[in-house]
């Protein structure tokens, strides 16, 4: 199907609609409100995002949807780079690429291979039955003799194609989307042996708070996701579980500070935790900030029923200053004031985030300013050792630096949890795949 240019003027992503809207959309069609429901129950609780596997709804009605939601092509984009989009063959094990076995790319691909390339087609997207690899099928049926003749997001409520796909032993699973604009985000689903399903995901492209120790930063601010692309990022994770499972949890700690973008991010999270969204309940939510007072005093004022994380890193403003330069702008203290009125507006106690840095942060001396600063705070601090990433010049502390001073913060009566990372091996610290693979 091509697109019209009555389609790209009036173009806005199906995930963009809320439930009202979509009410109103498919009334101005002539059609029943029951129809809103069949919808989302496809797209949030079945997993589907294609429109044409939809099938308690009418052919048509799936042809007309198909056709209003197909994402236009971006300015330039030819046949041939759309057909490039289709064929990239990258799947991560364990940080290590490799070319996509016949089985990864599904029961098509032997039959998908284009006349022009020899490459397969639809590799990423095989994986998690994506609208692309239905393109290569496509070609292969030779109904449209091209991969090329099927735009990004035909037949799908989704906007981004997947680029990259990494899996960890631990069960952690990493994807790479890059949206129509070209530009690119990481989210992760992680599993834990507690039967958590969790979501991390991004809020913006690249981040401009440039803390340190964080990979992300290293390219700059580009722009805001949206909440379509928001909610794709979750989507798509929990299309990766099996269909018994969903989502247990979501924490918004990928790329980006999500207080600078709560415009797109609290009706996402909305969608989320909605009974006809993907039915997560509030609390199983938390927002990490990096500590902007305004942001998390806007959280407190509209009382939004998650969880909130300050990312704190730091026992005093010097080093703050060194590896957070957003503490340049907004010390600790006012920090703390943001996080004290959060908790006493909400009655949510507020956890704060700490990555030991070997050298920098992780000695005894620095717990014990960390107790003095949270000394009378119903708080909790989330001790988490770093994840090393090679462009960066940190040290994971040793397993007895960390076990000193999480003991020297507990005999300092405050509640310590310890968090190892998950997927280590698919470098999943924030911003790290999306960064080694900016040039593909
Ligand atoms: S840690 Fe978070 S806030 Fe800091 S640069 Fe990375 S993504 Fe941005």
New binding site residues.
């Given amino acids: 199907m091509e697109k019209t240019s009555e389609t790209t003027a009036e173009y806005r992503p199906f995930l963009e609609y809320s439930k009202e809207e979509l009410a109103a959309l498919l009334k101005s069609w002539g059609l029943p409100g029951y129809r809103v429901g069949q919808i989302r129950r496809w797209v949030f609780a079945r997993k589907t995002d294609r429109f044409s596997e939809m099938s308690d709804l009418s052919k048509e009605l799936r042809t007309k949807l198909a056709e209003a939601f197909v994402a236009p092509r971006q300015e330039g984009e030819d046949g041939e780079t759309a057909k490039k989009a289709a064929i990239l063959p990258i799947l991560l094990e364990n940080g290590v690429e490799k070319t996509p076995s016949p089985a990864e790319v599904g029961e098509t691909t032997g039959t998908a291979k284009t006349a022009e390339t020899g490459e397969f087609a639809g590799a990423a997207e095989a994986a998690e039955t994506g609208g692309i690899a239905e393109a290569g099928q496509t070609a292969a049926d030779g109904k449209s003799g091209s991969v090329a003749a099927a735009p990004v997001g035909f037949d799908s409520v989704f906007e981004g194609r997947l680029v990259a796909k990494s899996v960890s032993d631990d069960g952690s699973e990493k994807l790479l989307i890059e949206w129509r604009d070209g530009a690119r985000v990481e989210c992760v689903l992680l599993r834990d042996d507690r039967g958590h399903r969790s979501a991390c995901v991004?809020v913006?492209v690249?981040?401009?708070?440039?803390?340190a120790?964080?990979?992300?930063?290293l390219g700059g601010f580009s722009r805001n996701l949206t909440k379509s692309e928001i909610l794709e990022e979750l989507l798509r994770l929990n299309a990766l579980l099996p269909k018994e499972e969903r989502l247990t949890h979501i924490v918004v700690?990928?790329?980006?500070?999500p207080t600078l973008n709560l415009d797109a991010l609290l009706p996402a999270l909305a969608e989320a935790t909605a009974s006809d969204g993907l039915d997560l309940g509030n609390r199983k939510v938390t927002i990490?900030?990096?500590g902007i007072p305004a942001g998390i005093r806007r959280l407190a004022a509209e009382n939004v029923p998650y969880k909130l994380a300050v990312?704190l890193h730091a026992p005093n403003d010097r080093i703050r200053d060194e590896i957070?330069p957003?503490n340049r702008i907004h010390p600790i203290a006012e920090v703390l004031s943001a996080a004290d009125v959060f908790f006493k507006t909400t009655g949510r106690r507020v956890t704060f985030e700490y990555i030991l840095l070997d050298g920098i942060n992780a000695g005894v001396e620095h717990a014990l300013e960390l107790a003095r600063l949270l000394r009378n705070k119903t708080a909790i601090v989330n001790v988490i050792p770093y994840n090393p990433a090679p462009e960066l010049p940190f040290k994971t502390p040793s397993t007895q630096t960390t076990r000193r001073f999480v003991d020297a913060l507990e005999d300092a009566g405050i509640q310590v949890k310890i968090r190892f990372r998950k997927g280590d091996k698919i470098n999943a610290a924030?911003?790290q795949l999306r960064w080694s693979l900016r040039d593909r």
């Fill in positions: 991004s913006q690249g981040c401009a708070m440039k803390c120790f964080c990979a992300s930063g700690m990928g790329t980006g500070e990490s900030t990096v990312s957070m957003q924030c911003g």
